[in-house]
């Protein structure tokens, strides 16, 4: 009877866990829930939009979608990425749709468990503060979990 | 009531009042053929039916009233004079407002309701009066709510005994009524004991296969009340003789022969409950003429039906239609788009093969372009619909109009079978209906200045709509005074549009209009004003691919035409490098393509370069500049694209090669990215890659030298 | 077996009403969208009952009765009116054409079944 209870606690536990994707952006670990990725592709040159802020870099075709792609980076308020095929396009669903983040490369999978994470810390970047909703350390490296709603505002709202 | 059964109650509202003001057009037209009259009392019968489901009651009263008129008509009780034809017009629309309102929930002019209400009242016969429409099914609204009560147990149900003595006529045979289906209903409701009494049958040899010699003596044990026992007859009340005997009950016979006497033939007077279902005949009496005409007409069907079908087919029947949901739709135009880029890839990728014979392969590969153009042109007709409904609805806004500011005009439609893309016509509603108000507003005289001006007192506004080379043509003409010409350019001048000594032409300052900021709105009306102005009207037609033209004379009436493209899905387009960009250049615009030499290109200004073209200077526009894009070499000896504006002016887009021409697949930008000057959308071309589509009009108009050039040329006309 | 139900009605609300209602209740439901549709669907469908409007383009409810009573088609079935009107003489009409009952629209879902159980039979 007790074991039970204990075996139950520990899949209570176990379920709490979340999987994370970390990647590089500018040298920085970020990271995003599994859930929240479409798929993984390795960078090709985009289409470029016309005035558009330094942060799209373009779009791209997703098996016959339109898609834009955002420079995570620049996004930040970090350097502008140079591009190349290193490189690689995370999708991601905003608002129920497909959008493209460009990061340095992928690292790995990571189980986070909530109580782990911690808030971030007050820092003077505010473009920083505002995308990320708390940071974990994992091997000894931060990784800071990326607000995906606050990166990618609803879409009329991203080109003024 | 499930969901779904009511949307499409309003899906069929829609087409039903499209019906109801088709009708209704054409009797304004003249046109009073009688199956013209039947059609529009049928759809507005079918409304009331439908909303009598939903308990929308406004709407069944007001389909009620409005039926009742149609129906006097349809029996020759009513004249169609020009003053009951429009109220009949004002009520169609009110009819619509009344299902937008039930529909969406929101409020209607009570005021108006009443009026047309009482209106409407005036023909129609005075027995009108009980409207209230009994949801009862069997022997009037007592029986209903016994039946609504049959599950469940009565609060103290007594058992009672039914003596019923059951005798058919012979006419009960003919109507498919069946005593053992009779009996079995009895049955459920408790004990039954049936004896059949067959001492009337006579012998086999003088029997009447026609008569009826049965009769059955019932005896029911039941805690139903009589009027359900009574119920159970009610289909073949008149066709038997029936008594039914309460348990040492002998008045009760007598009274509930009575009360199903009354149901049948009784004036209002009789039996209370079920006097009252007897009150409200929807249909008022069987006119006279009727049944003689009718049993003629049925002869005629029932010895010919195919001939009849035949006929109905010929005059134009509806077709079979099978109704799709459009995301299925756009899911294969989505596929189709596919396979088209598909083609240009595969197309392609065998030009870079390095074979040396590849014209098989080629001829193959026309085959596939063919079909794939076949399967394209099959899905968009799919999505192409009549603009009829659409130019339906703007009769009503011109009636409406015309009500709001004491004109009187009417709107003559032509082309309304010409068949557009959806889409198209859902975002054509608001320009056509902006237009049209200022139509009726701006355009058409009051009646004493027609009359002066030798009009006749109704102005006429003319929506055609007809196809043109690979085009929709939608043309809105107007009889009335044509664009006042000097006062549209002194507001021009008044709100900085133009400076003070602009000199313009005609055209100039009838486009004058679309301009952004030129709202006439505060001096007019709030009917066509209302804050907008025609430039939304260019910016959703602009928003459509399509064009807007006007042309005016004075005294004689001005006239939009808009030029919308077939589909929004596909368009023949210049394929273009600019920046080390591929883009597309829609081919509607352009007027030619040109190499240019050094000494073709003259400055003017420090910044500004024209073109010189057979003698004539055009400025040029530099795409990658007006798209802020950064070059890397300087421009080649450059490549131009002289294209044309709506206002006529031409200039030479400045790109850095052509490639090809070719159909593309359009990409909506919508929701990937805001509004880009000078963008349109996107295709997907053979490599895989992103194209944007360019917006020539939006590029010259960002670009500076073009802009400055306009101006200059403007200046040096005044001077 | 159950038993077949042929509406004939030129108001797709009143049609998915009755697909609704009869398919809960257990019957075939088979329809046509006017009476030349009803009528000429009636030996194909061959059903135990026909639940017709009255009026409808092509062929109304009185001639979609004539012809199903008629020499063609002989057809003995029960055929209930389905209508808004409630007037005697429409009864009237309608029975003289062979008509074997009338239900109001709007009918509620209890009303329908039992009429249909007395002309059928059916157990509902």
Known sequence: MQAEVKQNDQEVKHAEHSEFVSFTVAGQAFCLKITQIREIRRWSPVTILPHAPADVLGVMNLRGAVIPIYDLSARFGLQQTEASERNVVIVVSVHGKPVGLLAESVSEIISINPDDIQDTPPVDSRNTMEYIQGIISHDDTMVRIINLDAVISAPEQVMP | MSGSIQDTFFEECEELLEATDEGLTAIEGGDHNPEVVNAIFRAVHSIKGGAGAFGLDDLVAFAHRFETVFDEVRSNRLELDEKLVQLLLRSSDHLSALVEAARDGGQIDEAHHDTLLAALDEYTPDEEEDLTFEPMGLGGPAPMMDLGDLGAAPAAPQEETYRIRFQPLKEMYGTGNEPFFLFQALRDMGDLAVTLDENELPGFDTMDMDESYLAWDLVLVTKEPRSVVEAVFEFVEGLCELSIAGDGDAEAEANALAALDAMFTAPPAAGSADGEAAAAPFEPPVPAPEPEAKPAAAEEKASAPKAESGKQEQRGGPKPTLRVELERVDRLINAVGELIINHSMLAQQIANLNVSDTRDVETELEGFKNLARDIQEGVMAIRAQPVKPLFQRMARIVREASAATGKTCKLVTEGENTEVDKTVIERLSDPLTHILRNAVDHGVEKPEDRTAAGKQTTGEIRLSASHRSGSVCIEIRDDGAGVNRPRVKQIAIEKGLIPENAELTDGEIDNLLFAPGFSTAKEISNLSGRGVGMDVVKNAVTGLGGRINISSAPGKGSTFTIILPLTLAVMDGMVVSVADQTMVVPITSIVETMRGSDDMINSLGADGTLLSIRGNFVPICDVARALGLYRESDRQAGVYLLVETETGQRCALAVDDIHDQRQVVIKSLDGVCGEIPGVAAATILGDGKIAMILDPESIIAASPTAAAFDTERRLSNAS | ?124
Not at chain 3, 8 to 15: N, Y
Not at chain 3, 82 to 95: D, Y
């Open chain 3, 1 to 124: 077996m159950k038993t077949k139900v042929l509406a004939i009605d030129d108001s797709r609300t009143i049609r998915n009403l009755l697909a609704a209602t009869l398919e809960e209740a257990g019957f075939e439901y088979h329809c046509a969208v006017d009476g030349r549709e009803g009528v000429d669907m009636y030996p194909d469908v061959d059903p135990d009952v026909v639940i017709t409007d009255i009026n409808m383009p092509n062929l109304d409810g009185f001639g979609v009765i004539e012809e199903l009573r008629g020499e063609g088609i002989n057809s003995k079935v029960p055929i209930l009116v389905l209508t808004t009107e409630s007037a005697p003489e429409l009864k009237a009409r309608a029975r003289g054409a062979g008509a074997t009952g009338w239900i109001t629209k709007p009918f509620d879902d209890a009303s329908l079944i039992f009429a249909l159980k007395r002309v059928t039979g059916a157990a509902a």
